[in-house]
């Protein structure tokens, strides 16, 4: 009876010298899988929310030219984050001074800023937060001025081409 038991005991030990391996490797592929999924989701609830805060416009109630002086003033202490554009537009760097472009357009009630296109890195956009910023600087410019500023009509964006080999370029939806 002692060696029956001492067999049984040698064949578990060898069954887990060899199927341990093969168990944590299937239950690192699980654990691998479920970590995927779950950061496939966080970053597309990430995204649609980015998605909305680029979508956001702001109309400054004042004519073009007015407007673009209190965007200049607005941008005036933070060169290094908002770049005055020679076409006229705006850029927002986060590596590149044109990672976001940001437009002025006419308005029935005056003139809109929007964001015309933005660029992924590590995946996802990373210039909404200084977009905020940038809307809240002008906001608050426009105020000192006494020029009123209002929520515009929101903007949609498509996601184009890749640039790398997994960041794209988003593009304003007409």
Same mark, same amino acid.
């Given at each position: 009876m002692d060696i029956l038991l001492y067999i049984l005991l040698g064949l578990l030990?060898?069954?887990l010298i060899i199927?341990?391996? @093969?168990l944590k490797s299937r239950l690192n592929r699980g654990a691998s899988r479920a970590g995927d999924e779950a950061g496939k989701k966080f970053v597309a609830g990430q995204l649609v929310k980015t998605l909305g805060e680029f979508g956001t416009t702001l109309v400054i109630h004042a004519p073009e030219p007015?407007?673009?002086e209190i965007a200049a003033a607005a941008m005036a202490?933070?060169?290094?984050?908002? @770049?005055?554009?020679?076409d006229g537009g705006y850029g927002i760097r986060f590596l590149e001074p044109d990672d976001t472009i940001v437009r002025l357009v006419a308005d029935p009630d005056g003139t809109r800023m929007q964001v015309e296109t933005f660029r992924e890195y590590m995946? @996802?956009?990373?210039?909404?937060p200084l977009?905020?910023?940038?809307?809240?600087?002008v906001a608050s410019a426009a105020e000192a001025r006494d020029v009123p500023v209002a929520e515009g009509a929101p903007a949609e964006y498509l996601r184009g081409a890749l640039v790398d080999d997994r960041n794209a370029r988003w593009e304003r939806d007409a």
């Open positions: 030990i060898l069954a199927g341990g391996p @093969v007015l407007a673009r202490n933070k060169r290094k984050e908002y @770049v005055i554009r020679s995946g @996802v956009p990373q210039t909404a977009w905020k910023e940038l809307r809240s600087r």
